[in-house]
């Protein structure tokens, strides 16, 4: 069953632009994780916010959290062509006797054109 | 290079078969998770396994099961083997077994069931 749901499905832009990927959730979290995947490959962490944090910065990358509306924001800033890649994010599940476990999203394809 | 390392890197069987893929986690890493990545199901987590016990359990099927070896190795099994277990597997290791940590994910073993 999927936690995240990222919207848009894909996106297309020109190099130097904005992009802005965005992921809604059903269940109360503990922490939101994103991770980006380059066709075929393994995923690569990129960014973990807390709850109760609202706001996070990590190089170009730029990540929103509100609770209240149980989502979340990516935003990759002056995007290179190398940010070409499947945006995922991933939200932690409580399982039985206190175990948890990350439910991933279906992601976002963002392709950069150059 | 994540320091997972999966192996084999492809993996072609028929039905009924058995097949049995190999990670080896980051040194240090006390946690390995297995993942299952197709493009009707998406990325699903399957097991966790910490410090060679199980931690948490997500939708594996009965026909697969898995084990952490003492020197933190893991090893999925797959068995009576069908054609809708065609996918990406992936390895992640952490150096904790919760959700807060950081998930380094291996380059995935491709299986493809005919």
């Known amino acids: 069953s999927q936690q995240g749901e990222e919207d848009p499905q894909a996106l297309s832009i020109q190099e130097g632009e904005n992009a802005t990927m965005n992921c809604s959730y059903k269940t109360s979290i503990n922490n939101l994780q994103w991770y980006r995947q380059n066709s075929g490959r393994g995923l690569v962490h990129l960014i973990l916010?807390?709850?109760?944090?609202r706001e996070k910065h990590s190089g170009r990358l730029r990540v929103t959290l509100d609770t209240s509306k149980k989502s979340s924001s990516l935003l990759i800033t002056a995007s290179r062509a190398a940010d070409t890649a499947s945006y995922f994010c991933a939200t932690d599940r409580r399982l039985l006797q206190g175990a948890q476990k990350l439910v991933f999203g279906q992601g976002t394809r963002l392709t950069i054109n150059p | 290079d994540s320091g997972v390392t999966q192996t084999p890197k492809h993996l072609i069987t028929a039905t009924g078969q058995r097949v049995t893929l190999r990670c080896s986690p980051r040194s240090g890493d006390l946690s390995v998770y297995w993942y299952q990545q197709s493009l009707d199901q998406g990325l699903q987590f399957l097991i966790q396994?910490?410090?060679?016990?199980?931690?948490a359990k997500g939708n594996i099927l009965e026909r697969f099961s898995a084990q952490q070896f003492p020197d933190l190795h893991s090893e999925l099994n797959l068995s009576s083997l069908e054609l809708g277990d065609s996918a990406l597997y992936f390895c992640a290791s952490s150096v904790g077994g919760t959700t807060y940590n950081e998930q380094f994910f291996g380059p995935g073993t491709r299986l493809t069931v005919l």
């Open positions: 916010i807390r709850s109760n944090e």
């Open positions: 396994y910490y410090n060679g016990e199980e931690r």
